[in-house]
């Protein structure tokens, strides 16, 4: 059974830095990694999606990696500002196509200006 | 902001009574997933419908159950609701399961006193 763990469950930066938010996941035969934004009491805002062929994708201040055989994606948020502050998501899905998502917990980011 | 749409947004009812959530999938979607988010968890996988038949199941009792209509928009219904029932409720779609990105709607919060 997938498991997917997200390190570390919260976390606290001034603005204007750089971060890492890390995913783990048990089995690497995963069809793809997608990350996702939470607001509080609102729905999933889709950040990035990498194919399991793929090793990163990048959006903006936004890089995402993934290494499908140790089991581990990062985030990588450039240059921080408060209005990152929300809950990352992770998620993988497989090993065949129709499988659905298995999420983390997610790591709560607050930005302090 | 994405084009998958959920209503209603809140919802208290009482334990013991029946409730219908309701989604309507982005344009030219197929496939949609429902998930149900307990408070500081994330997401768990409900079931899945595609082109109108489901085609995945979680670990929810029967009196969870869904369907899909010819528009590919859908319905969530649960029967019998307990407390433990009270969660925000996502709805998710994509072109193809599971191979190219989900996008959610914003939540249905249930409350069940």
């Known amino acids: 059974k997938q498991e997917v763990t997200q390190i570390p469950a919260a976390l606290s930066v001034p603005e204007g830095e750089n971060l890492v938010l890390n995913c783990s996941f048990t089995?690497?035969?995963?069809?793809?990694l997608q990350w996702f934004r939470q607001d509080p009491g609102k729905g999933l805002t889709s950040l990035l999606l990498?194919?399991?062929?793929?090793r990163e994708q990048t959006s903006g201040r936004l890089n995402a990696s993934l290494d499908k055989s140790s089991g581990r994606s990062t985030l990588y948020i450039a240059a921080s500002q408060p209005g990152d502050s929300a809950t990352y998501l992770c998620?993988?899905?497989?090993?065949?196509?129709?499988?659905?998502?298995?999420f983390g917990k997610g790591t709560r980011l607050s930005v302090i200006a | 902001e994405t084009g998958v749409t959920q209503s209603p947004t809140h919802l208290i009812k009482t334990r013991g009574q029946q409730v219908t959530l309701r989604c309507s999938s982005q344009?030219?979607?197929?496939?949609v997933s429902w998930y149900q988010q307990a408070l500081g968890q994330g997401p768990q996988f409900i079931f899945q419908?595609?082109?109108?038949?489901?085609?995945g199941r979680g670990n929810f009792p029967p009196r969870f159950s869904g369907l899909q209509f010819p528009n590919y928009s859908s319905e969530l219904n649960v029967n019998a609701l307990e407390l433990d029932d009270s969660a925000l409720y996502l709805c998710?779609?994509?072109?193809?399961?599971?191979?190219?990105?989900?996008?959610f709607g914003q939540g249905t919060r249930l409350t069940v006193v």
């Open positions: 419908y595609y082109r109108e038949e489901e085609n």
């Open positions: 998620a993988v899905n497989g090993p065949r196509r129709n499988t659905p998502l298995v």
């Open positions: 089995d690497s035969a995963i069809y793809n």
């Open positions: 344009s030219g979607h197929n496939t």
């Open positions: 998710a779609s994509s072109l193809e399961a599971g191979t190219t990105e989900a996008f």
């Open positions: 990498i194919q399991s062929s793929q």
